[in-house]
């Protein structure tokens, strides 16, 4: 049982403060149902990603450069803001065994030790993978490879043990495109299809206290390249091969953007009975339209029980991998961007400019004998808003013939619209949108009455 001290949090003094937030808002909010307190003044506002996330259940992380973090500000906004860390380059093969056998994890360890001192989870990343890794592997005979990966994840996650949260096991085995075959690497083409069930299998017996994912790219929509993944993950549950989840790397651009489907790639795994993960978002572009992907990406994580974390592919865009496509939510002088703002409301919670507000303006854009189209822009106020509804009222016998970008909602006398956004519905600070639609007079052509604004 949990030991709860006066204020309620400090029982737990090694967590950072915005966890301690996040749970004396969950402590108030356990003690005000149970009638045992009543909470005075204004609710705290929840104001960082990390705490936003675990009010709805999640973690929200970073990927983690250890010879960044004895940058001040790259720190301090790391502290501030996630509760979750992954290694971006310290875990892999090539910096932990560079050579066999022997095991260097002081980078790593860095991270870690750190991390844990400020009560945030690890992502470990990643065991068995074709990419960073030493020469040496890719010249050894098949019983040798088999011996030295499982000899590599044991050593590895036995120094861990008890530290990790989850464990990308195997990363990036299968190919692009249409084949839905898995990618040559030296694991595949010696020791076979067997090879990660084999990883799986090795890493369980280690650690049965972190939870082993398979992680991809390209995996984040219904595709060839996923459904392999897919069938490979029905397998293994089928068969009681050891895996608890499936990391969606999710790096966009507008080469590859947010898949229409996404939420729905994420809840097919999901109902196979593993956790999901979005494991390395990062969204190239600037200003609201990124901010619009970035909100949908952490909508469709939230309207997926399953979908436990979400973690970004670095804190600030002057370090990331692809740093010229600006692709994260802090800019290169760790301002928040719009992104940020999104993710933040998309969480529910506050940017910080109090709740959301917008505007409704109506206007007539074309006449003609027997109708009319109106046009109502939607203006957001001072801070980003996740979505509005605007109601319009037309007088009888007045109908409404057609609507553009937004989506209706009738009442029962048929004069009254609820219009909301037919898709994303963000809007950053003082962002604009708009809907139109034809009203057929019928004889009468009074102006439509168009109601307020409501943001959430
Ligand atoms: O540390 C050396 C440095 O000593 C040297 O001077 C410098 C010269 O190029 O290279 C440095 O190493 C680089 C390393 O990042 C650390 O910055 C490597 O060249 C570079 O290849 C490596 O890139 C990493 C990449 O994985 C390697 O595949 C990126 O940082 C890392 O963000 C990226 O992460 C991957 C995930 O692990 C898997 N999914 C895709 C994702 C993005 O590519």
Redesign the pocket.
């Known amino acids: 049982m949990v030991q709860i001290s006066p204020d309620g949090i400090s029982a737990r003094p090694h967590l950072p403060a915005c966890t301690r937030r996040a749970l004396s808002l969950v402590t108030a909010g356990v003690l005000a149902l149970a009638g045992v307190v009543s909470l005075a003044g204004p609710a705290e506002a929840v104001g960082t990603l990390g705490n936003a996330a675990a009010a709805k259940g999640r973690y929200f992380g970073t990927?983690v450069?250890a010879h960044h973090l004895g940058e001040a500000q790259y720190a301090s906004t790391l502290d501030a803001q996630f509760d979750s860390v992954t290694p971006?380059?310290e875990m892999?093969w090539d910096a932990i065994e560079s050579t066999r056998n022997s095991f260097n994890y002081s980078s790593a360890d860095q991270i870690v030790n750190r991390a844990r001192s400020k009560g945030m989870k690890v992502r470990g990343?990643?065991l068995v993978?074709h990419?960073?890794l030493p020469g040496w592997v890719g010249g050894l005979g098949t019983a040798d490879l088999r011996t030295a990966m499982n000899n590599h994840i044991t050593q590895v996650m036995t120094h861990y043990k008890g530290k990790i949260d989850s464990w990308d096991v195997v990363?990036?085995a299968y190919q692009d495109g249409s084949s839905g075959a898995r990618r040559s690497s030296p694991f595949q083409d010696k020791l076979g299809n067997g090879f990660i069930e084999e990883a799986f299998r090795t890493a369980r017996a280690v650690d049965a206290g972190a939870k082993l994912c398979y992680?991809d790219?390209n995996t984040d929509g219904q595709n060839a390249k996923s459904n392999a993944v897919y069938a490979m993950v029905k397998d293994f549950k089928q068969r009681g091969v050891p895996i608890d989840c499936v990391g969606f790397?999710s790096?966009f651009n507008s080469n590859s953007p947010v898949p229409s489907d996404y939420r729905a790639n994420l809840q097919r795994f999901a109902d196979l009975g593993v956790d999901v993960q979005i494991t390395?978002l990062d969204i190239e572009g600037s200003g609201s339209s990124q901010a619009a992907s970035y909100s949908s990406v952490v909508n469709a994580c939230l309207a997926v029980t399953r979908c436990t974390g979400i973690t970004v592919?670095?804190v600030t865009d002057k370090y990331s991998?692809r740093s010229s496509g600006t692709p994260l939510l802090f800019d290169g002088n760790y301002n928040k961007k719009p992104a940020y703002d999104a993710v933040l409301t998309a969480l529910g919670g506050s940017t910080g400019g109090g709740s959301g507000s917008c505007t409704a303006t109506y206007t007539q854009t074309a006449t003609w004998n027997g109708g009319f189209n109106g046009q109502v822009t939607i203006k957001a106020g001072g801070s980003a808003i996740s979505s509005w509804t605007v109601p319009v009222t037309v007088t009888s016998p007045q109908k409404v013939s057609a609507t553009w970008n937004g989506s209706p909602t009738w009442d029962t006398s048929g004069n009254v619209m609820t219009v909301k956004p037919s898709g994303n519905g963000y809007l950053a600070a003082g962002a604009s949108t708009s809907f139109g639609f034809t009203v057929n007079t019928n004889g009468n052509t009074s102006t439509p009455a168009v109601g307020s604004c409501t943001a959430s």
């Open positions: 990927a450069a971006e380059n892999k990343h990643t993978w990419s960073q990363n990036e992680n790219y790397q790096h390395e592919w670095g991998w």
